[in-house]
């Protein structure tokens, strides 16, 4: 099949995933899903648990069959066999590798897998560049988490994938981890690859991605640059002056502590308060737009969606 010249490296159209969970019963697991993923994003699949996440990761990789619509993978239906997997990696959240390998073992056998010839020289390259390489005789069932993990990044780099699939990647890994394996996606990112990530780390996909879409009950509920989804909200404001028992109207209080208050208030508002909490005889201990991040943006979006 030839690759067709697309902007969108990975699409679904009005995608539908229906589980059987009983006799005559079904679960609605994906409900009529539009999504394109463009060529160099750094997207993140977002949303509670039960969402359909990683259902619709594994139907645009194939792996599920959709009850209806379409996707497509560098423009192309992703069917066993086609040619256009040789581009396209995946790393599940809990991969698994035959435990009496050693590490090294493990990527030989992937990179054997590969109709290119895969040298040596290349597994050694990656090893190294994961941090594997002093544990390259490990077996596999001496290695922690973050080893496993760093394990299946290098394997899925293998073949210089245009397209990369990471499903919960940074699960369960402790912070020193976590900043080696963000160094490793950043480089993979600048490098001109797509990645699609499903995370519940809103940390890291703020500091990563570059778009996301928040999924709700099957559903993208909003999809959008990390940009426009985060950051300085205009004209709110977060003030925090001594304590009183009655702040004007418009001033919302949001937290009280040892004799201090911190509010929000509208840009039209600030003068007025600032005035009064100088008549109070009120400290002053600081003004600040209001930002919003990320977990705001995704538990607002899910709890209107109820």
Do not use: W
């Not at 909200?233 to 418009?250: I, K, L, Q, S, Y």
């Amino acid at each position: 099949m030839t690759m067709q010249n697309n902007s969108f490296v990975a699409e679904a159209s009005n995608l539908r995933v229906c589980y059987r969970v009983g006799r005559g019963r079904y679960f609605e697991a994906v409900r009529g899903m539009d999504l394109k993923v463009g060529r160099g994003e750094f997207f993140a699949l977002l949303g509670p648990n039960g969402a359909g996440k990683t259902t619709c990761m594994l139907t645009m990789l194939g792996f599920i069959a959709p009850s209806a619509g379409e996707v497509r993978l560098l423009g192309n239906r992703p069917e066993p066999g086609a040619a256009v997997y040789e581009k396209v990696a995946y790393l599940p959240e809990e991969p698994l590798y035959p435990e009496f390998l050693t590490v090294r073992e493990v990527m030989e056998y992937y990179a054997s897998l590969y109709r290119a010839r895969i040298t040596a020289g290349r597994i050694g390259e990656l090893l190294e560049r994961l941090g594997l390489s002093n544990r390259s005789s490990f077996l596999v069932r001496e290695c922690s988490k973050g080893m496993r993990q760093r394990l299946g990044i290098a394997a899925c780099m293998l073949n210089s994938p245009d397209l990369y699939f990471f499903d919960e990647l940074t699960r369960g890994l402790d912070p020193l981890m976590l900043r080696s394996l963000r160094e490793v996606m950043k480089d993979l990112h600048r490098s001109g690859a797509t990645i699609v990530m499903n995370s519940h780390m809103l940390s890291e996909v703020e500091t990563l991605c570059t778009s996301a879409a928040i999924m709700n009950k099957g559903k993208v509920v909003r999809h959008d640059t990390l940009n426009n989804l985060v950051g300085r909200m205009e004209g709110r404001f977060m003030v925090e002056t001594g304590d009183c028992p009655d702040f004007p109207e418009f001033a919302q209080v949001s937290a009280r502590d040892n004799g201090r208050a911190v509010m929000e208030v509208a840009r039209e508002h600030l003068t007025a308060l600032l005035e009064f909490c100088d008549r109070q005889g009120l400290e002053f201990y600081g003004c600040r737009q209001k930002t919003r991040t990320l977990e705001d943006i995704v538990c607002d979006l899910v709890e209107d969606d109820r």
